[in-house]
């Protein structure tokens, strides 16, 4: 199992991004998949999850509204289109999936929001 982040970088407060991962090595349309993230000195947080459909998704209160979560099946990516970014949206962002009781995380793409 291999995922891969890409497109974190800088942006200013209200500014967009979108970051991908992308899977291999396991069947990706048949799991669901979701991405986390861990500022310094906290905690991992749970910031959205998507059914291996891409027919059903989750996000954390502190994103809902600016988050998107999306999947392409074919391509075996999952994206996460950020907008309306806050300073405190700032964090290293890991994509994440659950096979069979064990958990794979890729090693994650910073995210800094700052002006």
């Known amino acids: 199992v291999q995922l891969v982040e890409s497109g974190g970088g800088l942006v200013q407060p209200g500014g967009s991004l979108r970051l991908s991962c992308a899977a291999s090595?396991?069947?990706?349309?048949?799991?669901?998949m979701s991405w986390y993230r861990q500022a310094p000195g906290k905690e991992r947080e749970l910031v959205a999850s998507i059914d291996s459909a891409g027919g059903s998704t989750n996000y954390a209160n502190s994103v809902k509204g600016r988050f998107t979560i999306s999947r392409d099946n074919a391509k075996n990516t999952v994206l996460l289109q950020m907008n309306s970014l806050k300073p405190e949206d700032t964090a290293v962002y890991s994509c994440?999936?659950?096979?069979?009781?064990?958990?794979?995380w890729g090693q994650g793409t910073q995210v800094t929001v700052s002006s």
């Open positions: 090595g396991f069947t990706f349309s048949s799991y669901a």
């Open positions: 994440y999936v659950n096979i069979a009781l064990v958990r794979y």
